[in-house]
C-alpha cells in the first residue's frame, strides 16, 4: 500500500456555533493513515455527541491494508456501531426511547484512488479544476422530495420537515451505507463538512475558500464565513489537498 502522507495535507476544525448549548459534531483528521471523517451527532442533552464521538474513536482504530480492505472494515465498524447506538445505548439509557445518533461522512484514499461513505446529511464535496461538485447525496427528506416528487429544491425546502434524515448510525435497524470510490488527481481539493457549515454557505463561497492556497486557509475561511452570520448549528468541516 502507498503511504497517502507524502501527498495529502489536511485541516480540521469544529465550532458549537452561536445558539446551540453544546457541540454535537465530532471529526477525524488523520493524513498519515488516509483517513478523515466528520460526525453530526443527533438526539439532544448529551447523546449526540456520545453517537459522534463513538464513531470518529472507533474509526480512528481501523486497520492498515489495500483501500478495498480498509473499505470493507470501515462499512462493518459502521454497521456495529449502528447496532450498538440503535440497541444497546437505547435500551440501557435513563431516557424512555431515546435517540442517539449521528451522521457520518468517510473518506479513504490509498494513492491516486478514494472512497467516500456516507448516511446522513453531512456532504463531501470535490474542488477540482476551478469548479464544486458535490460526491456526497444528502439522506433527508428533502431529497427525497426533490427525487421521488421531482420537486424543486425551493419547494422541498418549504416542506416542515425538509431536514429530517432518512438515514443516520443508530436510526434504525438496518443501516444502508453509500459509497463512492474515485480517482483524485493531483490538485484536488476534498472537504469533509456538517450541515451547520454548509447551509450557510452559497456554491460559490464554498467554492471561493477551497481555492485558498492551502488546507488551513481554505478552512479558515469556510469558518470566518459562516461565523459572521447566524451560525445557528454546530459546524465542522476538514479540508483534504493533494
Given amino acids: 500500500m502507498t503511504r497517502p502522507a507524502c501527498t495529502w495535507r489536511s485541516a480540521a476544525r469544529t465550532d458549537t456555533g452561536k ?14 493513515k488516509g483517513l478523515w ?9 448529551h447523546n449526540g455527541a456520545l453517537a459522534s464521538r463513538l464513531i470518529v474513536e472507533h474509526l480512528a482504530e481501523l486497520p492498515e491494508g489495500s483501500l478495498p480492505e480498509r473499505l470493507i472494515a470501515l462499512r462493518h465498524c459502521l ?35 478514494a472512497a467516500c461513505v456516507w448516511a446522513g446529511d453531512s456532504r463531501c464535496y470535490l474542488w477540482r479544476g476551478g469548479r464544486l461538485y458535490q460526491l456526497s447525496r444528502d439522506h433527508s427528506l ?21 431536514h429530517a434524515l432518512t438515514r443516520a448510525i443508530g436510526a434504525g435497524e438496518q443501516l444502508v ?14 472537504l469533509l463538512c456538517s450541515d451547520g457549515l454548509y447551509q450557510s454557505l452559497t456554491p460559490d463561497s464554498l467554492g471561493a475558500a477551497l481555492d485558498a492556497p492551502s488546507p488551513s486557509l481554505a ?11 447566524p451560525a445557528r448549528d454546530n459546524l465542522s468541516a476538514v479540508v483534504i489537498r493533494r
Fill in 219 to 229: 478552512l479558515q475561511r469556510l469558518f470566518d464565513a459562516v461565523l459572521e452570520g
Fill in 79 to 113: 454497521h456495529a456501531l449502528n447496532r450498538r447506538l440503535g440497541h444497546d445505548l437505547t435500551v440501557t439509557a435513563d431516557q424512555p426511547d431515546p435517540v442517539i445518533g449521528s451522521t457520518v461522512v468517510a473518506l479513504l484514499i490509498d494513492d491516486a484512488r
Fill in 19 to 32: 445558539v446551540r448549548a453544546r457541540n454535537e459534531d465530532a471529526f477525524l483528521n488523520v493524513p498519515e
Fill in 37 to 45: 471523517v466528520v460526525a453530526d451527532g443527533m438526539g439532544g442533552h
Fill in 177 to 190: 451505507l453509500d459509497i463512492l470510490e474515485f480517482d483524485v488527481h493531483p490538485g484536488d481539493t476534498l
Fill in 142 to 162: 428533502m431529497q427525497q422530495l426533490i427525487d421521488e416528487q421531482a420537486l424543486s429544491p425551493q419547494q422541498a425546502a418549504r416542506h416542515p420537515a425538509a
